[in-house]
């Protein structure tokens, strides 16, 4: 048995930007080092925040000028990749020991991606994931990943992958990173439902794999003193709810709600050849001779020049 400490970083983005979220995140860093975590997850769009409730001024058909304004800011507290944020969490990640899984806003010209970064604690930013498919209305204001950023890392902790928020729902997608070998299932999230419990209990249990789900934490709207339209002024924006979990779909630690928190738990690895001793979702579970699946890893560009 070789155990290993993971942990979800349940935290949220700073109503006082992308610096303070930073200072915020690195306040973490002693907190890390006593866990003995070899691998911490953190929650979507925490560098650049998640501005549920957000309208954008946008109506069916035309944008009104205050919504370009809001955009203009939203894109102005987005980070680069790589740039001084990155260069810092790659630094922290150093210090750690820790392999570090974090959602970030990225900014690529005038476009923002919802983006998965993952740090190696001797070889700095290694890999990222670009959300394939944003959900409803943050389409407004995301573009849309391809099939060049669907990482699967070697870390101390074992192969790790994974998906952003509702991107954990589609099938296929979660085909590809299981024939990738993943171990340990990255989610980070703002979905603080119930029911996102269920989706990683079930994603667990399906791929035969740890699953760490973290999830940010936001007061009321009334604290954070905006207003959202149609929401209780008083219930939290996003209460958290955090969870790691087994891979027969046991519930390993959490669901950590309404507070910022490490939440960790050990595993072992040898555990994923058992649990799939009777369901390998690729392997003797799979038929190949009915179901295939083709995955387009190419880079996408509009533009193509040739000399």
Not at 6 to 29: R, W
Not at 37 to 65: N, Q, S, W
Not at 85 to 93: G, Y
Not at 265 to 276: G, N
Request: net charge negative; hydrophobic share 40%.
């Amino acid at each position: 048995m070789t155990l290993t400490t993971v942990a979800a970083l349940q935290m949220g983005a700073s109503p006082l930007g992308t610096q303070q979220t930073l200072a915020d995140i690195l306040a973490y860093e002693s907190e890390i080092k006593a866990s003995g975590a070899r691998l911490v997850v953190l929650p979507e769009a925490l560098l650049g925040g998640y501005p549920k409730g957000e309208i954008f001024g946008t109506r069916l058909g035309y944008r009104l000028p205050e919504g370009r304004e809001a955009f203009a800011r939203y894109h102005a507290g987005a980070i680069d990749v790589p740039g001084p944020e990155t260069q810092a969490l790659a630094e922290l990640s150093a210090r750690t020991r820790a392999t570090l899984v974090l959602g970030v806003i990225e900014r690529a010209g005038s476009t923002l991606y919802c983006t998965a970064l993952y740090f190696d604690p001797d070889q700095g930013l290694v890999a990222k994931h670009r959300k394939l498919m944003p959900t409803g209305t943050e389409r407004l204001i995301w573009g849309m990943g391809d099939g060049s950023t669907l990482p699967v890392i070697e870390s101390a902790a074992g192969r790790v992958g994974g998906a952003i928020c509702w991107e954990n729902h589609m099938p296929l997608l979660r085909t590809a990173m299981y024939a990738q070998g993943v171990q340990v299932w990255c989610a980070p999230t703002v979905d603080e439902r119930d029911i996102w419990q269920c989706s990683m209990r079930h994603i667990a249990h399906e791929g035969r794999c740890f699953v760490i789900s973290a999830c940010q934490v936001q007061p009321s709207p009334r604290a954070l003193g905006i207003d959202v339209p149609g929401w209780d002024a008083d219930r939290p924006l996003i209460r958290g709810n955090s969870v790691i979990v087994g891979p027969l779909g046991e519930v390993l630690a959490g669901p950590l709600q309404g507070q910022a928190g490490l939440l960790a738990a050990q595993i072992d690895l040898e555990e994923l050849v058992r649990a799939r001793y009777d369901f390998d979702v690729v392997g003797h579970y799979a038929r190949p001779d009915v179901f295939s699946l083709q995955v387009d890893r190419r880079a996408k560009s509009t533009v193509m020049f040739q000399d």
